[in-house]
């Protein structure tokens, strides 16, 4: 009586243990579905903190924002009178020898001026007038759209 007990016994477990062991056939996506949308929250947080250049506060305007096809060259006056052109300070005099060896487009490049607010008028206008001297003539200013209240 025994014999037949453990033979059933040990017949019924080897068939357990083949079901078990069994090729899955479908594939589970749930986990590369949550794995992209963190993915894409994580870029949509971060893209906007990757365009940030210089922390100037800006003016506001009602003047309408400008299309532009290409990236322009920024020039930046902190309220101090530091000047940035793009990310890298520089000095007034370094602006015109380094800003004529970064513009493809050479005097037609498209340059813009961007003045913190509490910025010296004279400082932001020294800089325009020796873009001007030096032959850029599409030079414009940046600045905040007016939030109508």
Not at 43 to 56: K, N, R
Not at 61 to 77: D, Y
Not at 87 to 107: F, S
Not at 140 to 149: A, R
């Amino acid at each position: 009586m025994a014999m037949s007990v453990g033979n059933s016994g040990v017949s019924g477990g080897r068939r357990r243990r083949a079901r078990r062991h069994a090729p899955m056939s479908e594939i589970n996506v749930t986990p590369f579905v949550d794995v992209m949308l963190v993915l894409l929250i994580i870029f949509m947080v971060a893209a906007p903190l990757l365009t940030v250049g210089v922390p100037i506060d800006l003016p506001e305007t009602q003047a309408k924002q400008l299309n532009s096809e290409t990236q322009p060259i920024s020039i930046s006056v902190r309220e101090g009178g530091q000047i940035f052109l793009q990310e890298t300070e520089i000095t007034q005099q370094e602006l015109i020898p380094k800003l004529q060896a970064i513009a493809e487009n050479g005097y037609e490049e498209r340059l813009y001026v961007r003045g913190d607010k509490a910025t010296d008028y004279g400082t932001v206008m020294r800089i325009m007038g020796a873009l001007n001297q030096a032959g850029y003539k599409k030079i414009g200013l940046v600045t905040l759209q007016e939030q109508t209240k």
